[in-house]
């Protein structure tokens, strides 16, 4: 049966300024089956994500987990400036996150990434030794694409003719200049730029396993020798790993809102099949 769920926000102190974020827990009950960290996607992606993300989380929150949802540093109603993120003190506010839940919750910490808020995710445990399990929504396997193909948007823009890009010089040149640059409202600092060029997809040791969701509109699964090769890796590591497959669309960048029930469904499956989690 599900349970009534209560929502509360809160500033979470970390050494680079608060970072605002939103919690859900069962109401009424001292009982959590543990804490589950959303790790945000990146720019456009984050704010077309925002409903599905909201709708997981009250349902997880339903089944009895506590879910914390985090803004990064220079995102949302967190403090500072994007022009001012850097790809170490997002990977410090994972940490932050964690330690916060380690502190305050009951039972296992899962990382919750979506898109890049994967490599993110993955990276904390990584870097930090984080004793955790990682439940990967669609994972950007590499920052550098992904940085990439973010640019590109300004490409794009410029060839329609968008005010605020009649810059003649690519983003990429400007920013191995040293000079930030502004894409699609979002405004990137080298320092940004550096870390995610940087950033690559690695095996982590995590204690609690991993699941690997991948979405389409028919649920197949494409060749990955990305995946592939994590797979060997995390086998050979001694680490479970789950791959599933959910139909839906892309809903963090479809044009109109979208939801994918399919993948929603099957996380709440993975995590109630974990060990010592009943519900």
């Known amino acids: 049966m599900a349970l009534l769920t209560k929502i509360e ?30 790790v945000p996607a990146f720019a456009e992606e984050l704010n077309k994500s925002r409903r599905m993300i909201a709708l ?5 929150a339903q089944d ?16 500072g400036d994007l022009a001012d993120a850097r790809w ?29 808020g994967a490599l993110l995710a993955s990276e904390a445990a990584q870097r930090f030794g984080l004793d955790c399990g990682l439940l990967l929504w669609q994972p950007v396997t590499s920052g550098k694409q992904h940085l990439h193909q973010f ?39 080298p320092g940004l730029a550096q870390g995610l060029e940087a950033a690559q997809f690695r095996v982590t040791g995590t204690s609690k396993g991993v ?9 197949a699964m494409p060749s990955s020798p990305v995946l592939e ?14 791959v599933h497959s959910a139909v839906g669309p892309s809903f963090w960048q ?15 499956q993975a995590l109630r099949r974990k060990p010592g989690v009943s519900l």
């Open 229 to 242: 090769r994590l797979q060997t890796e995390w086998q050979a590591a001694g680490v479970g790993l789950q």
């Open 64 to 79: 009895g987990w506590t879910v914390l949802q985090i803004d990064l540093g220079g995102c949302g109603d967190s403090e």
């Open 211 to 219: 699941h690997w969701f991948h979405v389409s509109p028919t649920g």
């Open 151 to 189: 640019l590109r948007l300004w490409t794009g823009a410029q060839i329609v003719g968008k005010a605020g890009v009649a810059e003649e010089t690519s983003p990429l040149k400007r920013l191995a200049r040293g000079e930030p640059v502004e894409v699609a409202g979002y405004e990137i600092a």
């Open 254 to 268: 479809t044009q109109e809102i979208e939801l994918a029930p399919d993948l929603l469904m099957q996380s709440r």
């Open 9 to 38: 926000a809160f500033h979470l102190q970390t050494p680079l300024g608060f970072r605002f974020c939103v919690l859900r827990r069962p109401a009424g009950g001292d009982r959590s089956c543990g804490t589950i960290i959303h």
């Open 88 to 116: 170490d003190g997002w990977l410090d506010d994972v940490r932050c996150a964690h330690q916060w839940a380690q502190g305050h919750g009951q039972g296992p910490v899962w990382l919750w990434g979506l898109r890049l």
């Open 56 to 60: 997981a989380a009250d349902a997880w």
